[in-house]
């Protein structure tokens, strides 16, 4: 099946830095999508990418669709503490009957 | 407000016994979703369901079971035949097959004592 290669794993920052994760697959989706998940609770849903080479921000955070259509990338400018959290990279293909193959996350901490 | 409610959100199961996890939406989504979460790990599907009265298995389904009776609701069964149940467990649901985001539940946590 279909893997997606999300990294880096982890990642320790200072209250203010940029934040930038990627995914990265051997095949191509029609979908990427980028989730937050909170300790404890369900993932929701951060910014949802359709189109080749779209670039799309939400507040300081700006994903964009690999031109490839293999790969995405999510950017988060000046980081606060309430940034913490796990990162979810999501693809979705239309023959897969809509499934979406998940990242293995990137898991954030923010230094106050 | 519409949503996709899981309970309870802390179970505890002897080992033997047979557990069902409650996943209630009622967004009118088509279809719905199980996902199991190991700590560090990423999200592994369990089953899916499309449509009513029908699901197809996931990547780790084995000790699992589904039924979806009914639009708004898609209970998971956790098996005696499941060998390492605990863990973290995310129902999710979206419109339709195909395209669209998903909308997941907080969560149910399971764990085997």
């Known amino acids: 099946g279909q893997q997606l290669n999300q990294s880096p794993q982890s990642m320790f920052i200072q209250e203010g830095e940029d934040v930038s994760m990627n995914c990265t697959s051997s095949?191509?989706?029609?979908?990427w999508l980028w989730y937050k998940q909170d300790p404890g609770e369900g993932p929701v849903l951060l910014i949802a990418?359709?189109?080749?080479?779209e670039l799309t921000s939400n507040g300081r955070l700006t994903a964009q669709f690999g031109i490839t259509r293999k790969d995405s990338f999510l950017n988060i400018s000046a980081s606060i503490p309430s940034d913490v959290g796990i990162y979810f990279c999501?693809?979705?293909?239309?023959?897969?009957?809509?499934?979406?193959?998940f990242g293995d996350g990137t898991t954030l901490t923010v230094k106050p | 407000d519409g949503g996709i409610t899981q309970s309870p959100k802390y179970l505890f199961r002897k080992e033997g016994q047979n557990v069902t996890l409650s996943c209630e939406q009622n967004?009118?989504?088509?279809?719905m979703y199980w996902y199991r979460q190991d700590p560090g790990q990423g999200l592994r599907l369990i089953y899916y369901?499309?449509?009513?009265?029908?699901?197809q298995k996931g990547d780790i389904a084995e000790g699992y079971s589904v039924s979806r009776e009914k639009k708004e609701s898609f209970p998971l069964t956790v098996t005696s035949a499941q060998k390492n149940p605990t863990a973290f467990y995310l129902c999710?649901?979206?419109?339709?097959?195909?395209?669209?985001?998903?909308?997941f539940g907080s969560g149910t946590r399971l764990t085997v004592v």
């Open positions: 999501a693809g979705q293909l239309y023959t897969n009957a809509g499934k979406s193959t």
């Open positions: 369901s499309q449509i009513v009265n029908d699901f």
């Open positions: 095949s191509i989706f029609n979908t």
């Open positions: 999710a649901s979206s419109m339709s097959p195909g395209g669209y985001s998903y909308t």
């Open positions: 967004l009118n989504h088509d279809a």
């Open positions: 990418l359709y189109k080749a080479g």
